[in-house]
């Protein structure tokens, strides 16, 4: 059975708490280049990686996803990760050219706390999801993330007020 959004978010977070890098890219939309925006202190900021295999990445000349997680799970490690807590607020999946939801495309605002093994929070953020369900799984397609899910940037606010 496919899993539907709260599942997939679920599921996301137990495969960064286990730091597996091959479980964690099975979550993105499969060989495309994925862009990662970052808005703070009012300054933005993009990222892309590919998921293909590493060497087509670099032979596209694009950034191998493996290269940028091996980086951030570094840092997760520095700072005594433990896991993430996930807070689904908001689902936007609309109905495009006929087709009924859970077909096509859908946004999802998530307000995250990243706790580490004394059981503090040391960061808290909000991020916003674009997501795609090409083949009946739903995968992470694009990623914003910003300061506050309680209070998005402007940017943010744009993205859901073009898809309502």
């Given at each position: 059975m496919a899993r539907d959004l709260p599942q997939l978010l679920s599921d996301?977070?137990?495969a960064f708490s286990e730091f597996d890098i091959g479980a964690i890219k099975e979550f993105y939309e499969r060989d495309a280049l994925l862009r990662f925006h970052t808005i703070e202190n009012g300054s933005a900021s993009t990222?892309?990686?590919h998921t293909g295999g590493i060497f087509k990445s670099l032979w596209k000349g694009k950034i191998p996803f493996e290269f940028a997680f091996w980086k951030i799970i570094r840092e997760l490690k520095a700072r005594?990760?433990?896991y993430a807590a996930a807070d689904l607020l908001e689902v936007y999946e609309p109905k495009e050219d006929g087709r009924q939801a859970g077909t096509g495309s859908a946004h999802i605002l998530v307000d995250y706390r990243r706790i580490n093994k004394a059981g503090d929070v040391y960061a808290q953020f909000g991020v916003v999801y674009r997501c795609v369900k090409p083949e009946g799984e739903w995968l992470l397609a694009e990623m914003w993330q910003f300061e506050k899910a309680s209070d998005p940037p402007p940017a943010i606010c744009a993205i859901f007020?073009?898809?309502r």
């Open positions: 996301y977070c137990h990222s892309s990686l005594n990760y433990d007020d073009s898809i």
